[in-house]
């Protein structure tokens, strides 16, 4: 089975082919992606109208890079897979487009697929693990933990009441003068930070409610920096490791309740694995922290490959071949319209004002 996948949700253009054959391990044959972070650097943000052109621009040559990379025609492929939503009306429209335009001429079936199964169905893809496990999603758009039972069967666990986690670092990091993407800088600035300086709030520690929330966190930070303006470059890296120093505390609060959770809703799974995806996955100190929670719970870490982690066509290839391979394919891909907010988890409700104000909410 050969699958590409187009992925322009937000502000990369991805394009993959990834190969299933016999029982073999998945094998990725291409996997670029082109990141549009200079297009936005200079506004602080993803601008979703940037975005939408820069994809239109860059789209063909990607997915004919891809196809070149992989050493496969468009004939040679099972179906094309593409983001469907959520994300960014504009880049969703662009990329299942181009999708159905390329299915329709080539005569393949054609996949809609949820950009948040593409996340979910990584580890799979890397690591070849079973269902069920709990995945942690922390990006720019996204703060949820989900049970992952098989391929379109998710529980949404929890989710956050406010910012996502990505967003709060962009946030922090601007609010300080630090460059965007904020996640890198300020965990860089960190580095040299004293993290007990400033004892910022840890939101939700200890909350009977699975859920996660930044924003009070972020509002402190602000109150922080703006009692001891003009920052030197020690007050922004103390500012940082204390920002991180609380993230971190509250990430291990809410995630090892699900990790009880897990226990209790799934016995008889032996060998239980937390399974952590999205950019702030790259972030050491929540990695490290997440690590240490799992080897003291008795669950398997899974951190996918970074590059695997963040924004990516390979996953959107992945979600296609397991759809494909289930059976679970939409009837009819042709006839989908893209969606900037699709659950993956349709019955658990939606969350008032939940990641809403973020570039992918
Ligand atoms: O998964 P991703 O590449 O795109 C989205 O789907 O949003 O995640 C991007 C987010 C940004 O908010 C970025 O600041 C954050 O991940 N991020 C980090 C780090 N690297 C990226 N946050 C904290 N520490 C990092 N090292
Ligand atoms: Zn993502």
């Known amino acids: 089975m050969r699958v590409l996948g187009i992925e322009t949700s937000c502000d990369e253009t991805a394009a993959s082919v990834v190969a299933l054959e016999g029982d073999a391990a998945p094998k990725i044959l291409s996997n670029i992606v082109l990141s ?3 297009e936005h650097a200079a506004f602080g943000g993803v601008v979703p109208e940037i975005a ?3 994809h239109v621009e860059a789209l063909d040559g990607i997915v004919e890079a891809a196809l070149a990379d992989a050493g496969v025609a468009l004939a040679d492929l099972d179906a094309i897979a593409a983001t469907a939503g959520p994300g960014l009306v504009g880049g969703l429209i662009v990329g299942l487009m181009t999708a159905k335009a390329m299915a329709a001429a080539a005569g393949k079936p054609l996949i809609a697929v949820n950009h948040l199964e593409g996340h979910a169905l990584t580890a799979r893809l890397t690591d070849g693990l079973e269902f069920p496990y709990l995945l942690l999603l922390v990006s720019g758009g ?4 989900l049970a992952v039972r098989g391929v379109g069967d998710y529980q949404r666990w929890a989710t956050t009441i406010d910012d996502a986690l990505g967003e709060a670092f962009d946030k ?4 300080l003068g630090l460059p965007y993407p904020g996640g890198p800088n300020v965990e860089k600035a960190a580095l040299s930070g004293n993290a007990s300086r ?12 699975p859920d996660f929330s930044f924003s009070g966190l972020k509002t402190a930070v602000r109150q922080a920096a703006t009692a001891i303006e003009p920052l030197s470059d020690q007050d922004v890296a ?5 920002f991180q120093a609380a993230v971190a505390d509250a990430l291990a609060d809410r995630v090892s309740r699900a990790l009880e959770r897990f226990r209790e809703t799934f016995p008889g799974r032996g060998n239980p694995a937390l399974v952590v995806a999205g950019g702030v996955a790259a972030n050491r100190t929540v990695k490290a922290t997440l690590e240490r929670l799992c080897t003291d ?4 870490f899974v951190a996918p490959p970074l590059k695997l982690c963040t924004d990516n066509a390979a996953m959107i290839a992945w979600a296609g071949i397991e759809r494909l391979r289930e059976g679970v394919a939409q009837e009819n891909g042709f006839d989908f319209v893209p969606r900037s907010r699709w659950p993956l988890d349709s019955v658990s409700a939606p969350m008032v004002g939940s ?3 973020g570039a992918k909410a």
């Open 355 to 357: 990641g809403r104000r």
């Open 198 to 209: 400033f004892a910022f709030p840890r939101p939700m520690k200890g909350s009977a409610q």
């Open 297 to 300: 719970a008795g669950f398997s």
């Open 52 to 54: 939408a052109r820069a």
């Open 142 to 145: 996204h703060t949820q933990i």
């Open 172 to 175: 922090t990091a601007k609010m």
């Open 238 to 242: 103390d500012i940082c490791a204390s």
């Open 36 to 38: 549009q972070i200079e």
